[in-house]
């Protein structure tokens, strides 16, 4: 009897550690509990041990991740620069509360453009293009502010690469050398 | 693999705490290493061998278990057909079990009043026909009879036993069809108690076990294994929809032409091309073969004053179903289904025909196509096929 109280306790304890890392994800931010609760029957959580890989680059990407616990690393391979390492170029670590991948929630059988590595003992919350069409067709609410949230982080996204590449142009541009390709008109 | 894991294993000051936590201080770093790649070896070994233990118990229960078979893939008709509407009333704010069970009693009405309309109908022409048979049989064989006649006149001596031959065929042919009524009632009444029990709760919690199948499944393959299963899904979905489609349209078009001709037994004979549509390529052709049979030997098929002008009005009626089918449900259902070359596709039915005889024929075409999208991922997965290489 005991033990079947403790494996109801878990239960409910490892659903509300899911609802509480979708209700702090800026992508979930704006669903009503109800929603989220529908959401988070949804989502996979998958654990991984340390230095086990998540995706790697390449890989046909289906959706993205929410770090719930532990650390992953992300790195690009970069055949130019054989001294970065086994897995590639090192390019940034998330901790709890951060999320990757999601580019491959919106585009058809789209390639990982890196590789994910845990760093440690983690645990991730994984939501994906199949999830969020069938929230689309079950929950149309939901899944128009997810939608909305997801357009507004790929436009972010859009807008930092668009500084970083005019920023690389006007350094290229002091140090005198031609930039590689012409802006489109 | 290993090259994959290895690649995934590095050598970083925390992963070697991590490691040493599992293996104790007192081995060197190359061994942790190796001990490292060999429990995540172990633990995928592990699930992919649980994950192959349900698959196949699964699969074995419902391939074994007699009319479980036939019981699942009505209950996967059935869900297909209703979840779109499942999901629009979940989607207008009801909860998901009144939104499941609203379709279940609208479908319950219509059929209920599909079988009080055509039930009486169509049972009194099966009747009829029943009766009909042996004078069918006879006039058959005259028929048969006729040519021989003829053959052997043409090349003297040489004499076929056609009508011998047909007749043999045609009687272990009908004769099996009503030795196996019976059998084949009680069996469907099985089904039909079992079918909608089994999508109603498909419909209900297909999604949780569904998922609950995939967190078993080893971190490396997960994403494919979610993908593949989210395509099978909906290329199936889409090639049940489109087939229960087609075959109304073309049982539809066939009843009416029939009637319009007055053509005897029309409501049976359309079910008839109704059901056999469902099997590509030759479905049509033998969903045909009662009416143009009945037209070739029998006085209440002629339907106008020429007997070869009848039976080209019959067999106009069934191209004319035909024609409607490719023009307009062909090109709305195509793009959605694996694209299986002609040969596999009759090779597979002949296939499907050996082994579960109509059924199997039904069925023959999704199963190929899960068979073949499953093995393209498992080939890809292999390879690590890059976009480079492949774009």
């Known amino acids: 009897m005991n033990l079947l109280w403790e494996n109801l306790f878990r239960k409910s304890r490892h659903e509300d550690v899911s609802r509480k890392a979708l209700r702090e994800n800026f992508l979930f931010q704006d669903l009503s509990s109800k929603e989220l609760q529908f959401i988070s029957e949804l989502v996979h959580k998958r654990t991984y041990h340390s230095g086990e890989t998540v995706f790697q680059q390449n890989d046909v990407g289906v959706g993205m991740y929410i770090v ?13 620069a054989p001294e970065s390492g086994a897995e590639g170029l090192f390019i940034t670590q998330l901790s709890e509360g951060d999320f990757f991948g999601e580019i491959a929630l919106v585009e058809d059988s789209g390639h990982r453009t890196a590789t994910a590595i845990a760093r440690d003992e983690t645990t991730l919350l994984g939501f994906f293009r199949p999830d969020l069409t069938e929230v689309l067709a079950r929950n149309p609410s939901a899944g128009s502010k997810i939608i909305l949230r997801l357009a507004e982080v790929l436009g972010r ?29 | 693999v290993t090259a994959q894991i290895d690649s995934a294993v590095n050598n970083t000051p925390e992963n070697s705490a991590s490691v040493s936590k599992v293996f104790g201080n007192n081995i060197s770093s190359s061994q942790r290493r190796r001990n490292f790649v060999a429990m995540i070896q172990r633990e995928r070994r592990l699930k992919l061998a649980a994950l192959l233990m349900i698959l196949f118990s699964i699969f074995g229960i419902i391939f074994f278990v007699k009319g479980l078979l036939l019981a699942f893939v009505f209950a996967f008709v059935i869900s297909y057909m209703l979840a779109p509407f499942a999901d629009f009333f979940e989607a207008r704010g009801l909860g998901r079990q009144a939104s499941v069970a609203i379709p279940f009693l609208l479908a319950g009405v219509l059929i209920a009043l599909a079988i009080t309309l055509f039930l009486p109908v169509a049972a009194r022409q099966l009747e009829a026909l029943e009766q009909k048979i042996p004078q069918y049989q006879n006039d058959f064989l005259q028929m048969t009879k006729g040519i021989e006649d003829r053959l052997g006149s043409l090349s003297k001596g040489n004499h076929l036993p056609i009508s011998a031959m047909a007749s043999s065929w045609i009687i272990s042919k009908t004769g099996d069809l009503s030795a196996s009524l019976p059998g084949l009632l009680s069996q469907s009444l099985t089904v039909l108690l079992l079918a909608p029990l089994f999508a109603f709760f498909m419909l209900l919690d297909g999604r949780s076990v569904g998922r609950s199948i995939l967190a078993v499944v080893p971190n490396h393959i997960f994403e494919m294994c979610l993908d593949l299963h989210h395509q099978i899904n ?9 087939r229960i489609l087609e075959g109304i349209i073309v049982g539809g078009v066939v009843w009416l032409g029939l009637l319009g001709l007055g053509f005897p037994y029309a409501t049976i004979l359309a079910i008839f091309a109704a059901v056999m549509n469902l099997i590509p390529y030759l479905g049509p052709i033998f969903g045909a073969i009662p009416a143009i049979a009945i037209a070739l030997v029998s006085p209440e098929g002629q339907v106008v004053d020429s007997h070869s002008l009848s039976l080209i009005l019959v067999i106009g009626v069934y191209l004319l179903a035909q024609l409607i089918d ?66």
């Open chain 1, 68 to 80: 719930v616990a532990g650390r992953i690393e992300v790195f690009v391979s970069d055949p130019s």
């Open chain 1, 157 to 185: 996204r859009l807008k930092e690469t668009t500084e970083k590449v005019s920023d690389l142009r006007k350094a290229l541009k002091e140090l005198g050398t031609p930039p590689p390709f012409e802006a489109r008109k």
């Open chain 2, 234 to 242: 909906s290329q199936l979905a889409g090639f049940v929809r489109a």
């Open chain 2, 326 to 391: 490719v023009a307009f449900i062909i090109p709305l259902v195509v793009a959605k289904i694996v694209n299986l070359h002609p040969v596999t596709v009759v090779i597979s039915i002949i296939i499907g025909a050996q082994a579960m005889g109509i059924l199997g024929m039904v069925i023959s075409i999704p199963v190929a196509s899960s068979i073949k999208l499953i093995s393209q991922a498992i080939f890809e997965h292999i390879l690590r096929l890059k976009p480079q290489t492949f774009d």
